[in-house]
Nanobody
Framework: QWQLVESGGGLAQPGGSLRLSCEVS????????IGWFRQAPGKEREGVACISSSGSSTNYAASVAGRFTIFRDVAKNTAYLQMNSLKSEDTAVYSC??????????????????WGQGTQVTVSS
């Protein structure tokens, strides 16, 4: 039985940092690309960052490039999203997802098959 569980969300001040974790069970990260997505109220789901199944390539949305970093720990079967220099517009529910169809990783939600429940990130002073 597969499961993706996000943690690490919460309240942060503008300019602050948070690290999100995506603990994966039932799927081996070596065979799946991992993506992080976010959805703010009234907005479409947006791809934020992705990492390939090999871990050798990453891709970021323009809105977070230079501020967010995606990485993973294969031994722990866990992916992470380090978020620095947070802005109020980063406020959203963040979800991780796994894809075996596009192992290079994409920012397109439709290419992902397995999803976590999400964790709320709120950036406010």
């Amino acid at each position: 039985q597969w499961q993706l569980v996000e943690s690490g969300g919460g309240l942060a001040q503008p300019g602050g940092s948070l690290r999100l974790s995506c603990e994966v069970s039932g799927l081996a990260l070596d065979y799946y690309a991992i993506g992080w997505f976010r959805q703010a109220p009234g907005k479409e789901r947006e791809g934020v960052a992705c990492i390939s199944s090999s871990g050798s390539s990453t891709n970021y949305a323009a809105s977070v490039a230079g501020r967010f970093t995606i990485f993973r720990d294969v031994a722990k079967n866990t992916a992470y999203l380090q978020m620095n220099s947070l802005k109020s517009e980063d406020t959203a529910v963040y979800s991780c997802a796994a894809s075996s169809r596009v192992v290079a990783g994409t920012l397109l939600p439709l290419t992902y098959d397995y999803w976590g429940q999400g964790t709320q990130v709120t950036v406010s002073s």
